[in-house]
């Protein structure tokens, strides 16, 4: 489906990509993997035309569309509804229905025969490609990434750029391109959509490629992993899991290698060393200094598993509640967030707060703070000092300052070794630490907000989201530093990897009440598939309770003559509307016979005429229809 055969592309004087070279065959999910910098964004950008490369060729089939996802997409603005946006996917079904609509308007004058096999021609086309159902297609997707059904006609551009972007990913699902690529997908949705897309990917019937962080969505969404490495394209055949797992093996081997050729050419050196002045020796050892040179060098193997040596610690030991929220209610306008709830937070949690988009999780969270107006009780415990981490927080900031300097000025008593150490985990190596804050990318001040944060001397931990915008490495180094963090945490986030290394409690909300779960994310997990089947369990026993209840009104109704007497009534009625709609069907049988003989084909005003008739049974028949589900849904009402 697409071939790329030694690919070369820089980044000025950098080599982003070097002779890689990769098949992708059709109906795989690939994932896309690596360090950020590597280029992953760049070799989508590259397929998909955006950027040209310096050498090598990348070729697909002709049949073969391509649908992009990428981060540009957030800017994109439109008056229409989401709805309309989204069902702008279906390009050709939209231009027939329009077709149609027109000739009908001009069939009101004119009978032409042209004009009718014209309407015949595109009506087939239309359903042929489905087109009476491309309104329902796109709302069940659009559904499924999270929108109500009320918000589908509400314009594309009252809508934030995270929700926008699902709109694009759902225009890209409705387009059904041969190859899909996503670039950070998982950054825009909630769990439930995450697990809806996961589903939805897994039948997708063309070739996939995915960039993404999310560890838990690439397990699930991949099936074959790419990695981008020393400007080279690795090919596993399994998802992220397997990667990690064969990649060990890979390194295994590698180390082995690496370790015996370094044995042989220290042991060659020392020869060459020892005999190259003998004349005796002098061309064995000659002979080898041009082995030495031809050998095939085995690299060392990186270990890109960063490990945090850093200990993050505060001063001041708070007491045994850090907040509580008593009778506290919360609405924006007529949207209700929280009526009536009472949350509270201990020393020592690690509270993982998740859930749906729009519920109230971030609202939450700045009313833990202080920064967030509600009614109720808000009683901050004593000695605590909150450390509050979300997107709105690089406004903070300062533009002029250069990264280290923007750590030191914190507060925090580290040495400049730390922070640099702290910050290379980050990705901020070298150089890249004295750049000042203005240059820096929004992903960039992220990291640089979240480093501040966790270097403070804070003993409460507020992160909203605060693994978006980073990559694999940097969330193990985050996990790593809330894990040996020995304050109090409360963290909103989709990411559940995450969510799974870090969390000793669950928050959620439901029925406009903040709930807790006192477990691990796996426990939580359980424990929500054995309730919810519970619940469908209770169901089914009142459906038959429900059913059983009208069988006893049954038997009762045999002795009640009145109840008796109108449901022979509505029997008969039942049986009458029966034989008008055998007769109406023959009639609708004989008419479509009429309409197909070349007779009556061939003369408008006759097939229009035959056409009129035809449509007046049609209702009619549709109208009795209606009448008979009507009577034999009170039957049924009866008879139990």
């Known amino acids: ?120 021609k595109l009506q087939d086309e239309f359903e042929t490609l489905e087109g009476y159902s491309i309104q329902a ?42 190859l899909l690529m996503l670039d950070e997908p998982t950054n825009h949705l909630d769990m439930p959509s995450i697990q809806w897309l996961e589903n939805y990917l897994e039948s997708y019937e063309g070739a996939v490629i995915i960039v993404s962080h999310d560890r838990a969505f690439l397990d699930r969404a991949a099936n074959n992993t790419v990695e981008v490495i020393s400007g080279k394209l690795i090919q596993y055949s399994g998802n992220y899991s397997f990667y990690l797992e064969e990649k060990e093996l890979r390194n ?109 999780k971030s609202t939450v969270l700045r009313m833990i703070a202080g920064t967030e107006s509600f009614d109720g009780i808000r009683e901050p415990g004593h000695n605590v000092i909150p450390s509050f981490y979300a997107q709105h927080q690089l406004e903070a900031l300062h533009l002029e300052n250069e990264i280290l300097q923007e750590l030191k000025e914190s507060g925090a008593e580290k040495t400049e070794l730390e922070l640099r150490s702290i910050l290379g985990c980050f990705l901020f190596r070298g150089d890249d630490v004295f750049k000042k804050i203005k240059v820096l990318s929004g992903g960039e001040k992220s990291r640089v907000a979240l480093s501040k944060t966790l270097i403070s001397q804070a003993n409460f931990l507020l992160l909203d989201e605060p693994t978006n915008h980073l990559d694999m490495q940097s969330v193990n180094i985050l996990v790593q530093a809330i894990q040996g963090y020995d304050g109090t945490c409360i963290t909103v986030s989709h990411d559940r990897h995450f969510v799974s290394q870090i969390a000793n409690k669950i928050w959620y909300i439901e029925d406009m009440q903040v709930k807790e779960y006192p477990g691990t994310y796996d426990e939580f997990n359980t424990w929500m598939a054995e309730r919810d089947e519970q619940k469908e369990l209770a169901k089914l026993v009142a459906q038959k309770e429900v059913k059983s209840n009208k069988k006893d009104k049954k038997n009762s109704w045999k002795t009640d003559d009145a109840t008796a007497k109108e449901l022979k009534k509505l029997k008969r009625e039942l049986s009458a509307v029966e034989d008008r709609i055998m007769k109406l069907e023959e009639k609708k049988e004989a008419f479509e016979e009429e309409m197909a003989k070349p007779e009556v084909f061939a003369e408008p005003f006759k097939l229009a005429e035959a056409t009129e008739k035809y449509e007046r049974v049609k209702a009619e028949l549709e109208k009795v229809n209606e009448e008979w589900e009507e009577l034999a849904e009170k039957v049924d009402e009866l008879e139990g």
Not at 13 to 28: F, G, N, V, W
Not at 63 to 70: A, M, P, V
Not at 79 to 97: K, N, P
Not at 261 to 286: G, H, N, Y
């Open 252 to 360: 295994e081997v590698q180390r082995n290698a690496f370790k015996n050729q370094q044995q042989k050419i220290k042991q060659t050196e020392r020869f060459v060393e020892r005999f190259k002045s003998k004349a005796t020796k002098a061309s064995q050892a000659q002979s080898r200094v041009k082995m030495l040179e031809k050998m095939d060098r085995v690299e060392e193997v990186v270990d890109d598993n960063v490990q945090l040596n850093i200990k993050f610690t505060f001063k001041q030991q708070p007491g045994k509640i850090i907040t509580t929220l008593k009778n506290a209610s919360k609405s924006y306008g007529d949207l209700k967030i929280l009526k009536n709830t009472n949350a509270q937070i201990m020393r020592g949690d690690k509270i993982a707060f998740i859930g749906a988009n729009g519920k109230g």
């Open 1 to 120: 489906m697409l071939s790329i055969q030694n690919l070369s592309f820089h980044y000025g004087s950098r080599a982003l990509y070097d002779e890689a070279s990769l098949h992708i065959k059709p109906k795989t999910r690939t994932a896309l993997i690596g360090m950020n910098g590597t280029g992953k964004s760049t070799l989508l950008k590259l397929i998909n035309g955006d950027l040209t490369p310096d050498g090598g060729l990348i070729s697909k089939r002709n049949d073969c569309s391509i649908g992009f996802l990428n981060q540009d997409l957030l800017s994109f603005e439109s008056e229409e509804s989401i709805l309309h946006v989204a069902m702008q996917a279906f390009e050709r079904q939209l231009y027939l229905q329009k077709q149609i609509e027109e000739i009908l308007v001009k069939m009101e004058t004119d009978h032409s025969e042209e004009i009718i096999n014209k309407l015949a």
């Open 137 to 178: 297609k796109a709302e069940e997707i659009l559904e499924g990434l999270g929108f109500e059904t009320d918000a589908l006609s509400r314009p594309l551009k009252n809508f934030s750029g995270g929700w926008r972007m699902r709109v694009m990913l759902a225009k890209l699902l409705l387009q059904k391109p041969g």
